[in-house]
């Protein structure tokens, strides 16, 4: 069964996102005193009283704009809407109703939803004269809080839970593979989203920096459950202007922080670049598996060996990441989509994979008898045993000598043979040194 969805809508500037992020309780969407901000669907998984729920916060809805971006926030927060089984309808407490919020309010109600019509901005004791004109949007009574102070979201939350359909499912579950999509502004990462789903669940428009926010989307493929998380792409420093840009960074880096995979989008028109390199480097240091997707293969022209050309260059300036499959694909076309599942699958294995002590040690013996531990000064390092102590990445313990004798290289060594026995392709492998007695 589905998850409860709860759906955020409102013109702009009346408060919606700071209360999403009070709702699922951490920052995920870019609030910010200007118009326009949030710009796609963006999805958190929230709870209450152990209900657990699907939140959209949605752009501020502008009915007779005729700008692109408007009419793409518009269709995005219809769609939002059709999915919705309870529908929270923010109006600003302060400012009383406006023309617009008549005509959002004709749109829901026309929706057939469970509305909730919810009074933001409110922060002092006592009723405003303000709150009582919005009745007249025949939605039912006005429920008051304050999202920036926190006033009133239990309230608001014990109302939500009431209209979930029996149907629905509100527990917990947590076999969900969070799967964060990274790379440079329009190398294709939303168009990726939105094939996978079938859908225009991501605005996709050729102005870069339309996504601004890391978007959350569940689905399920075969018998597996994804959450994909859409990020803004990251540019260099020098490029970012308004502070909107420079929070959509910090949400790019926060996404990778809260994913178990990442695929690394890469424009195949424009080959490798600095930045992706840095994107990459960022997913390797915090331990996440990745998949390398080329994107834009169908865009260029083939000679015998172009495919082995780019391969090749990929696998130069991404030295740091052997480990990462790279698969070439047409987010527009469709084209070997199902090899990036097939791919994830994999990865998430292999970054959960556990192996024994005693397969460890065996495979460590013979690498040892293979290749003698390095030297100096007479002293040579000696390796003990070694242990797995987690996974997600997998990280193992080795117990030796001497810190100082063990080199980068026979770290590396050490690792190339582990991979040998089992692969662990898509992951990194960690490792940490102790010496005995410690």
């Known amino acids: 069964m589905d998850r409860p969805v709860v759906c955020i809508v409102g013109r702009p500037n009346v408060g919606k996102s700071t209360l999403f992020n009070r709702i699922s309780g951490r920052r995920i969407a870019i609030t910010e005193d200007t118009p326009g901000v949030t710009r796609d669907r963006i999805y958190s998984e929230a709870e209450w009283l152990n209900k657990y729920f699907t939140l959209i916060d949605t752009g501020g809805l502008e009915p007779e704009s005729e700008e692109i971006i408007s009419l793409n926030i518009r269709r995005q927060a219809e769609m939002a809407i059709d999915t919705a089984d309870v529908i929270l309808f923010v109006v600003d407490g302060l400012d009383g109703v406006t023309s617009t919020d008549r005509e959002i309010a004709s749109i829901l109600r026309k929706s057939g939803k469970e509305i909730l019509l919810v009074c933001n901005k409110i922060d002092r004791s006592g009723t405003p004269d303000e709150v009582f004109e919005f009745y007249e949007l025949g939605i ?37 593979i969070k799967v964060a999509v990274i790379g440079k502004p329009n190398v294709g990462k939303s168009s990726l989203i939105n094939k996978i789903l079938g859908e225009e669940r991501v605005i996709v428009t050729n ?11 569940y ?36 996404a990778v922080d ?21 994107i990459a480097g960022y997913a390797h240091e915090n331990g996440k598996g990745l998949i390398i997707a080329v994107n834009k293969w169908d865009l260029v022209e083939k000679e015998s060996n172009t495919y082995n050309k780019f391969e090749n260059d990929i696998r130069t300036k991404l030295g740091f990441v052997p480990y990462a499959p790279i698969v070439f ?27 024994s002590t005693g397969v ?13 531990p390095p030297s ?51 992951v990194p492998i960690w490792f940490e040194f102790r010496e005995k007695g410690d």
């Open 140 to 176: 039912g009574n006005p429920i008051i809080i304050s999202a920036e102070q926190g006033l009133g979201i239990g309230d608001l939350l014990d109302e939500i839970i009431k209209h979930f359909p029996e149907r629905k499912d509100t527990e917990y579950h947590e076999d969900v």
């Open 207 to 217: 102005i870069p920096g339309t996504t601004r926010d890391a978007v959350d989307t």
């Open 219 to 254: 689905f399920t493929y075969k018998e597996d459950r994804y959450l994909f998380i859409d990020t803004a792409g990251l540019r260099r420093k020098r490029s970012i202007y308004e502070n909107v840009e420079r929070y959509s960074v910090v949400r790019t880096l926060s």
């Open 258 to 278: 809260r994913a178990d995979l990442c695929i690394l989008m890469i424009d195949a028109t424009e080959g490798i670049t600095e930045q992706d390199t840095k």
């Open 329 to 355: 694909i047409s987010a527009s076309t469709g084209k070997r989509i199902n090899r990036v599942f097939e791919l994830l699958k994999v990865v998430n294995n292999n970054y959960n994979l556990r192996i």
């Open 360 to 372: 460890l040690n065996d495979i460590i013996n013979e690498a040892v008898l293979l290749n003698q």
């Open 376 to 426: 100096d000064k007479g002293v040579r390092l000696k390796i003990y045993y070694g242990t797995q102590v987690s996974v997600r990445p997998p990280k193992f313990l080795i117990f030796i000598n001497k810190k100082q004798l063990m080199h980068f290289s026979y770290e590396r060594y050490l690792e190339n043979q582990i991979r040998q026995y089992f692969g662990f392709e898509g």
